[in-house]
């Protein structure tokens, strides 16, 4: 007699399990209904507004015309490509891009991480707070008023050349000169978002337990020792993922802020991706050209985040995904 199953009973095995599975998903579904309920809004607009809209990525293999629609817009595979990697301004925003996300993972990353050890270190919770207070108000603050302020205090009669002409200095028109442009890029970004990012590592820091400090007390370390070898290590997987987050947007920069800071004079080290593509598809209307340059980014800041989680994995435990 054959032990093998036979295709009725194989069949019949297949449908209890589907069967027990679906009744597995019901109870699910009723046990946290308000749940799945609160979390519906979320989905539907990620359903919506990301996934939706990800079929016109077939613009960038088409003419695209608005008369004609996405569909009957003839197919021109990857000249838009082929065009915008031959072009000569393709290395200027490439180096420029790039650049500017160095400084900030040089320089800002870092900054958020330093500020938050620093008010861990703060005894006093009255004079914490109130610098706690005064670090975050500038996340508040429009990025027109920020670059506006910029405008003022870096104008030829603006503060900033005032106090360099009481120094001896000469006046520096700092807006208009493109060595100038990326230290100012970096620095108005660090002081308006480094009291906004170090929650997150204040927050790390509270769940760190505090007997791991009563023991270094006792052990004879100071607050210096205790934040190399507790503090940090305690927060070092919240710096990791933050980390491969930032390595993703490698290719991103904000084309809000560069557009108000810019002008025809400094587009040697302030023209981007994120500024090109408005030029060329909102001013120019190219927007096959400008939906391939799009791509193009998103393709290489998904292969920077895989391969910053890959080297994570590698070196430590801590990983994204």
């Keep these: 007699m054959s032990l093998l199953p036979t295709d009725a009973q194989t069949r019949s095995g297949v449908l209890s399990r589907g069967a027990e599975l679906r009744q597995r998903v019901r109870k699910d579904l009723l046990r946290n209904k308000y749940i799945y309920l609160m979390a519906l809004p979320v989905l539907a607009y990620y359903a919506i507004f990301h996934y939706g809209p990800m079929y016109g990525l077939l613009i960038a ?33 490439i180096r420029n891009t790039v650049l500017i996300n160095i400084y900030e993972l040089l320089f800002a990353f870092p900054a958020s991480i330093l500020l938050a050890l620093l008010l861990n270190e703060i005894r006093s919770s009255v004079f914490k707070r109130a610098v706690q207070t005064v670090s975050y108000l500038p996340h508040f603050i429009s990025i027109v008023v920020v670059v506006g302020m910029m405008v003022d205090f870096l104008a030829r009669d603006g503060l900033v050349n005032q106090v360099l002409g009481l120094l001896g200095m000469e006046s520096i028109a700092f807006l208009r000169e493109p060595d100038w442009f990326r230290f100012l890029y970096v620095s108005s970004g660090i002081w308006q978002g480094i009291g906004w990012g170090s929650i997150i590592y204040l927050a790390a820091i509270s769940n760190i337990d505090p007997t791991l400090y009563e ?95 890959g080297i994570s994995k590698r070196v430590s435990e801590n990983k994204l995904w």
């Design 61 to 93: 293999f088409k003419d695209f015309s608005p008369a004609l629609g996405i569909w009957g817009s003839p197919w021109v595979g990857f000249d838009h490509f082929k065009e915008f990697f031959q072009s000569h301004y393709f290395w200027r925003l």
């Design 215 to 309: 023991a270094a007390k006792m052990d004879g370390a100071g607050r210096w020792k205790q934040a190399l070898n507790i503090t940090i290590p305690g927060i070092m997987p919240t710096i990791v993922i933050l980390l491969i987050l930032t390595m993703g947007s490698m290719l991103n920069v904000g084309s809000e802020k560069v557009l108000l800071m810019y002008n025809p004079l400094t587009y040697e080290t302030a023209d981007v991706i994120s500024t090109y593509v408005y030029r060329k598809g909102i001013l120019e209307a190219n927007y096959g050209y400008t939906t391939a340059v799009g791509l193009f980014n998103s393709v290489i800041s998904f292969i920077l985040i895989v391969v910053a989680n």
